[in-house]
């Protein structure tokens, strides 16, 4: 088996997948047609010699995969909005005016930096916080550690469930599916058809609900490792060690994609889970030929490692 570079993501009716030089969005309009976006990739990793030392590439790639991650789910959803036109409100006309082009440029910003603010308030602080509760009980700062990583995953967990229950994200999921079929059978060298594409496991060892498994069960570890008495450089250490634990994570997730060793596959067990039992569901053939189109598309400009 051939291992690619391409990974992907689910978006709204449709998939993105990604290589070196380009990226395509393949979306199923509400008329059934297929329809498609490529662009070149601009990755932060290619540009600056740091971004592919270990660790920092990783946090690199997260930024990257986030920016093109809210960029591909703002394209697929323009083609599912209201029907009816509605007039501009005069703030909207107002940021038009403002920034003109760029406009597209500064949400996808502020949407990243809104993520990351809830992301870390949601999933580094309120953990620590619930467990400073049981400060009383549990003396051992040791033990406060283990016990803020294991409420880390499971609001972690509560959060997946829940999204998971929605029938637009199930949708996604279904796509999510279809987009890991694709790859896998892409990684054992069959011809991209429907019928070869539904015969592969819908979960793959680095798709990125993994990594963010990965990421809560590592900062358990880096935080039991930088301990300190303090709240406030507790709290601190939360928000300045994300980068840190978002590398080790993205380290561990590129390794454990490369290797057929047994730790690998120990290590990739938790992720696999958690894709077979919530983040991805069986594709029909109508979302297996969205994805085909969008892998395709990124073929044309790829060769598989």
């Known amino acids: 088996m051939k291992r690619t ?12 997948m990604r290589g070196t030089k380009t ?27 740091l971004f592919k030392l270990p660790i920092f590439r990783g946090v690199a790639m997260f930024i990257d995969s986030m920016v093109l991650g809210i960029r591909t789910l703002t394209y697929s959803a323009q083609f599912f909005d209201v029907e009816e036109e509605v007039e501009s409100s005069k703030f909207e006309k107002y940021l038009k005016d403002k920034f003109g082009s760029k406009l597209e440029d500064y949400i996808i910003g502020f949407s990243i930096f809104l993520s990351i ?16 509760l049981f400060r009383n009980i549990i003396t051992n700062i040791w033990v406060q550690n283990l016990l803020e990583g294991a409420i880390r995953i499971s609001i972690f967990m509560i959060y997946i469930i ?20 694709t790859i896998n059978c892409l990684e054992h060298e069959e011809e991209l058809t429907v019928k070869n594409v539904k015969k592969y496991s819908r979960l793959h060892k680095s798709c990125g609900t993994s ?16 301990n300190v008495e ?28 490369r290797s057929d ?14 894709q077979k039992s919530f983040t991805t569901k069986e594709p029909d053939d109508a979302q297996i030929e969205v994805a085909i189109a969008a892998l395709e598309g990124v073929l044309e400009d790829e060769k598989v490692d």
Not at 162 to 181: C, P, T
Not at 237 to 255: D, K
């Open 261 to 274: 060793s047994r730790l690998a596959s120990l290590v990739s067990v938790p992720g696999m889970w958690l």
């Open 117 to 132: 603010i809830l992301g870390i308030a949601l999933f580094m602080v309120t953990p620590l916080l619930v467990s400073r």
């Open 211 to 226: 990594f963010l498994l990965i990421v809560m069960l590592t900062s358990v570890i880096v935080f039991v490792i930088f």
């Open 162 to 181: 829940l999204i998971s229950k929605m029938k637009d994200i199930q949708r996604v999921f279904e796509y999510h599916g279809a987009e890991h079929k």
């Open 5 to 16: 570079s391409i990974g992907g993501q689910a978006v709204i009716e449709g998939v993105m």
């Open 23 to 49: 990226y395509t969005v393949a979306v199923r309009k509400p008329d059934k047609e297929i329809v498609m976006d490529k662009k070149p990739v601009t990755a932060v990793t290619t540009q600056y010699f």
């Open 230 to 257: 303090s709240i406030w450089l507790r709290l601190l250490s939360r928000i300045v060690l994300v980068p840190l634990i978002a590398g080790i994570s993205y380290e561990i997730i590129r390794w454990a994609r």
